[in-house]
């Protein structure tokens, strides 16, 4: 996995620890692109990169791997903002940085211009959908783009109800733990294994704790009171 300045390079860190590379903007796509070519098309590799950074200087990689009949996969992850600098807009927010309405890039059609036909849009908040899209994408011989789309959660400031937690269901099996949300945390009970607490003030009910929990010990509410 690689990537480059941004708010995901904090994937680089525990529990997620899921990026591999960081040099500067834009530089997981030649990197991806690099490792691709070094070590066939076999080799599994994915770059990451934010949709202002993509503007700012990922686009030529992507070209280069179009050209150069890559084979990698490249995610971008819209935001809509630049989020690691404050939130400024860019052009593909179609708001130029007076606030005035400028004409948004359109990243779905400037993939497909530059020549990559394997292009797929989802909410990273279907975990579902997302893991098919990748898992679609990474399999596929052709270069292909993920587009992983939703407002940034500091820019939009939407909150939903947080999940129900059934403490008897729970195995604490640690996978809500594992998803990296600052509004889980362990809790040490001298247990076998930490359970998860849910800050109620910090989290903002996007429910991936309840898409990866295996015992649906983690409901959103409306699910529970179905129950």
């Known amino acids: 996995m690689t990537g480059d300045i941004g708010c995901y390079t904090l994937g680089a860190l525990p529990p997620l620890a899921s990026l591999h590379t960081c040099l500067c903007m834009g530089a997981g796509i030649g990197q991806v692109h690099g490792m691709q070519k070094v070590r066939g098309t076999d080799a599994r ?16 990689g992507l070209v280069n791997i179009a050209y150069n009949n890559g084979g990698s996969t490249v995610v971008i992850l ?21 606030g005035e309405p400028g004409r948004r890039l359109d990243f ?5 211009a530059v020549g990559i036909e394997n292009v797929a849009v989802v909410d990273p908040y ?16 052709e270069p292909a783009v993920v587009i992983a789309r939703r407002q940034c959660v500091l820019l939009s400031r939407e909150r939903e109800s947080p999940p129900e937690f059934d403490l008897e269901a729970c195995t604490r099996c640690g996978r809500c733990i594992s998803i990296g949300c600052p509004a889980i945390s362990a809790v040490d009970d001298g247990g ?16 991936l704790c309840a898409q990866v929990c295996p015992v649906g010990a983690l409901k959103a509410p409306a699910e529970q009171g179905e129950a």
Do not use: K
């Open 45 to 60: 590799a994915v770059a990451v990169i934010g949709d202002s950074t993509f503007v700012h200087s990922g686009i030529t």
């Open 78 to 98: 819209d935001n809509g903002t630049t989020a690691m600098t404050g939130g400024q807009p860019h052009p593909g927010t179609g708001m130029t940085l007076s």
């Open 108 to 112: 779905e059609a400037l993939v497909r």
């Open 126 to 141: 279907d975990l579902e959908a997302t893991e098919e899209a990748l898992r679609q994408a990474i399999e596929s011989p």
């Open 192 to 207: 076998d294994r930490p359970f998860p607490q849910i800050d109620e003030e910090m989290c903002t009910g996007c429910m």
